[in-house]
């Protein structure tokens, strides 16, 4: 069975020796300093997470995310510091703390932890996707397919833990007007 996406990066690939000596457009390096400004966000409101869950299964997800997001960070720095794109800020590493010690008015629940990781990762798929598409260098469009499928494979498996724990939240279902009810 042919794997379309594995098609499509083949073929691009076959193209990025082609156009790697052509300039960035502004639109993908505006793509590039947004990214990786929410890649850095992120990191930040992660290590909150870990800091804050005493939930053994959400920081374990969390800590994979931080792995992922650290390579992704490492990744679009290099290619940005290449290309000369400036960097945006970045916020300083959170300290580790005592999930215990934190007052309860202050402690994040781990539904709202989880919620939080689950938009951040939405957030930055919806970018990558973007920016992959607005792309005229092969070079950068694969560069955030390849961000955009670590970020949907990760997204399976918090989405996973969130309906194990009941965390997820559903929005209301839509019935047509004129539809049969469903049964109560």
Same mark, same amino acid.
């Given at each position: ?29 505006? /793509? ?38 650290? /390579? ?18 970045? /916020? ?45 260098? =092969? ?16 997204? =399976? ?28």
């Amino acid at each position: 069975m042919v794997n379309i996406l594995e098609t499509v990066i083949d073929a691009m690939k076959s193209l990025t020796v082609q156009d790697e000596d052509q300039p960035l457009h502004v639109g993908e390096v505006m /793509s590039c300093w947004i990214y990786l400004a929410g890649l850095e966000l992120a990191k930040v409101s992660v290590q909150s997470g870990i800091n804050t869950t005493t939930d053994d299964e959400l920081k374990a997800i969390l800590e994979e995310d931080m792995k992922l997001g650290t /390579s992704q960070r490492e990744r679009l720095h290099d290619f940005m510091i290449k290309e000369g794109i400036p960097l945006p800020p970045a /916020s300083e590493d959170m300290p580790i703390s005592d999930p215990k010690s934190i007052p309860l008015g202050v402690k994040l629940t781990d539904d709202v932890i989880a919620n939080e990781l689950s938009l951040k990762i939405v957030s930055l798929i919806m970018r990558s996707a973007g920016a992959a598409s607005e792309s005229i260098r =092969t070079d950068v469009g694969l560069l955030f397919i390849q961000f955009q499928t670590e970020k949907f494979a990760f997204a =399976t498996r918090l989405k996973h833990l969130m309906r194990k724990r009941g965390w997820i939240k559903v929005p209301p279902f839509y019935v047509p007007p004129g539809s049969p009810q469903p049964l109560s």
